[in-house]
């Protein structure tokens, strides 16, 4: 609970209608797209220019209030839960384009602006923002930068991280710092562009982001390869990228997941293989081609049972709105879906996959995997139902072993959906205490009351693991 | 001076061999590329592996002795001058290619690998690293990315940082830490990675990396287009970019330093022009042949009173190489050469160009101007002589004056030579006294006794500016 001097400081920065500490306004961002860890907060608070976000800081500072920056709560890592109360910060005021720069190549946003809409402000001028999670139509672009988010086009052209090229931000002691700007280059001091973007929050709250933008890419392909065994589809995946093809997608989805998309998308999609994987290309109209041939012979030579290339553009958006609806297709399951992203090296894709499986037979559990398999980023997912707490326990250690495999093989607990409170827990599995003890002292640093996001990232010793 | 203590105590570590305190010994690192930075250090030390180092450093932190870690010294911001004393950290001894991963294509390296060997080693597998600052046939991997270097090809591929993708690192307290992995994506807490990147071994020691590589280009064309109009020039940078091409090479040189340079390399560029670009693309031919093409038709447009092909792969070799000589021609005119690297957006490249020339005639200073304009990094270069009092408070202020026009125009004191010790004293224009604030707060978390490379990046207040 606030007290009435906050309450009143607050809503003196922010006016009235910017502040909401009604049990219905609480309860709407009480949770985010991360099952199991609702909790309310204390306020939710929409400031409306830089200014106001300095103030607010600033005062919760002085409170030892926490503040959690939310865009829209699509994020799976409970990143934006306010698990120890304080207050939600919306920016729904800050919500604007500011300038698309088509000399220098950059869009400056707030961070309210949609991922979506920003791709669609900038494509009339022939210009590309690549990052594209799944989530893109209601994502934030301030949402993606804390949580770097990753999507579909990342294998080719990178994550948010690459197209961050300076940042306005808050400070927990109210500073307003820029970083970066519309460089190429720029190499004065640390990096702080790229220290806050994925910092989910927990270091500073984005005012304002200057992104880089590239030349629309002329045409595009999009191809499905069937296949009746995993692994073949796996080793096709770093066989492409071994005979140096960088597709701009390079998707995997196994069968079970085909089946649930299919039964939800309904567009034909094959659900009698084992495995496909989507594939696209894009460049150059002849470079296409030319790409697109050389990946179907290499599908082929792996034992793909069909290499099928989309005939029409609505036939390949089809395809990406089909990969894209996974999630939401899968939740459909059960009435608890657990989407993980471990990410191993791409040569180890088979073997990840395999273990997965393997994981999930042991624990006799619904897991169906797909994902960036270009990027060696899986999603598996497991249908359960958090209420059945024997159920819950075995998909717990299910993904404590899926993420010790991946760290096994190479990879990292989270690949593009961050650490937020579910993956706490693991984190010292890929860091080690050493790196968890650096990552500290920077946090302790720019945020010695650890009002920015706590609970975030680092993990308190109690904390039980997964979801209770 | 070291105590005796500590002096056996790192014989200990390192063995005799890798311990030298001779005053010849000490010379040799008393310096690097930079003017006037000149300082003795204690004992020049090579650790043999990163265990060797973390007891190094442990000992250092214990006694608070300064660590410089430096590779070839061929930095441009007196970031590796032992200014403050301690040992300079040499990594003769680490200096393998570990591996070339095709299937991941990844290269893992020591940091002593010289940045041409490793370009070279991984070509034959028709792989590419693109990070190529002019220094590469001497300049290491690990300085590189302590300066996070630049090259010519960072307009298309982009600079050291977005190479690296995952470090081995000594931390001050003597913690190894590892960050990132052979991944394509990793969102497991804060981008350290990328922080140690351009840290100028204020953080830690760099004892691995693991590097992206990407697909050989099929080939690459190379063009000069000729000006007698300096702005022209600028203006087809920007203009080439804003019809959507990203050129591999887009640098430019002004009259003088073409002057300097035909000198200098003899292959008959032309010095009757005011200024050429030099331009590369690579791809796929279809693709090189028409964005050349187009190129082409933008110089004239823009008023190049000519447009030239190299004709062989030998006549691009020779260009690429007079450019790469720049400095070093340059550094024939006088005594002592100061190179800068002022960075501006794109946009702006021809008023920077002319703000430098004013500025020059102002102080009355001979200054060349060359560098990376696709980037937006120019290269303003004084030839003067650091005995010169009245020449050299002159040098100062035309250089203040050239960063403080850079930064107004929305750019940086610099784009890929690092703050070290030269720039330090203005940092603050481009970052604001928060700005520092927060990064000071980073350093000081990590590195609490400061013995990293002390005095580079922060500014003393009382230090003079520029050189004395």
Redesign the interface.
């Known amino acids: 609970m606030l007290s009435n001097t906050v309450k009143e400081k607050i809503i003196s920065i922010v006016s009235p209608a910017n502040f909401d500490d009604s049990k219905t306004g609480r309860l709407v961002y009480s949770y985010d797209a991360t099952p199991n860890f609702q909790s309310m907060p204390d306020a939710v608070v929409s400031p409306r220019n830089k200014q106001e976000v300095s103030q607010v800081v600033k005062l919760c500072n002085e409170f030892q209030i926490p503040i959690v920056p939310r865009g829209s709560g699509t994020n799976l890592c409970a990143g934006t839960c306010p698990t120890e109360g304080g207050i939600v910060l919306l920016f729904k005021h800050m919500n604007k384009i500011l300038e698309v720069?088509?000399?220098?190549?950059?869009a400056t946003v707030q961070p309210g602006v949609v991922t979506l809409d920003l791709i669609h402000a900038v494509e009339p001028k022939?210009?590309f923002y690549p990052p594209d999670p799944s989530s893109m139509k209601i994502s934030t672009i301030g949402g993606n930068i804390n949580?770097?988010s990753?999507g579909l086009r990342?294998?080719k052209y990178g994550?948010t991280?690459?197209y961050v090229i300076g940042l306005e931000a808050v400070?927990p002691n109210g500073?307003?710092?820029?970083?970066g700007?519309?460089?190429?280059?720029?190499?004065?001091?640390?990096?702080?562009t790229?220290?806050l973007?994925?910092?989910e929050g927990t270091?500073a709250v984005i005012t304002e982001a200057t992104l880089k933008l590239?030349?629309?890419p002329e045409t595009k392909q999009t191809m499905l390869a069937l296949y009746q065994d995993l692994e073949a589809a796996a080793k096709s995946v770093?066989k492409i990228?071994?005979s140096?093809?960088?597709p701009a997608t390079l998707e995997f989805l196994d069968q079970p997941t085909l089946k649930v998309v299919e039964d939800f998308a309904k567009i034909g999609l094959p659900t009698d293989v084992k495995a496909v994987l989507l594939i696209e290309q894009d460049?150059?109209r002849?470079?296409v081609e030319?790409d697109m041939a050389r990946i179907a012979e290499v599908c082929k030579e792996e034992k793909a049972v069909s290499v099928q290339l989309a005939q029409t553009e609505a036939e390949a958006e089809a395809l990406r709105t089909a990969r894209r609806s996974a999630l939401s297709a899968l939740a459909r399951l059960a009435p608890t879906t657990i989407l993980e992203d471990a990410?191993?090296?791409?040569?180890e894709i088979a073997r990840m996959v395999n273990a997965i499986n393997g994981i999930a037979e042991k624990y006799d559990l619904n897991i169906c995997t797909f994902g960036?398999a270009?990027?060696?980023?899986l999603h598996p997912t497991c249908a359960t139902d958090s209420r059945n707490h024997d159920e819950m326990e075995r998909v717990e250690k299910a993904f404590a072993e899926i993420f010790e495999k991946a760290i096994e093989f190479?990879?990292?607990?989270?690949?593009?959906?961050?650490?937020g409170v579910m993956?706490a827990p693991y984190?010292e599995l890929?860091?080690?205490e050493?790196?968890?003890?650096?990552?500290k002292?920077?946090?302790?640093?720019?945020d010695p009351n650890n009002i920015m996001n706590p609970g975030k990232?680092f993990a308190k010793d109690s904390r039980k693991r997964v979801v209770v």
């Open positions: 720069d088509e000399e220098n190549l950059t022939g210009l949580e770097n990753g990342g294998l994550v991280r690459d400070l500073d307003i710092i820029t970083t700007g519309k460089l190429a280059k720029d190499v004065a001091g640390y990096d702080f790229r220290l973007v994925g910092s270091l590239i030349p629309m770093s990228i071994a140096k093809i960088i460049g150059p002849e470079v030319r990410t191993v090296p791409r040569s960036h270009g990027d060696g980023n190479g990879g990292t607990i989270t690949g593009e959906h961050g650490v993956k984190l890929k860091l080690g050493a790196g968890i003890a650096a990552m002292a920077v946090k302790m640093a720019l990232v």
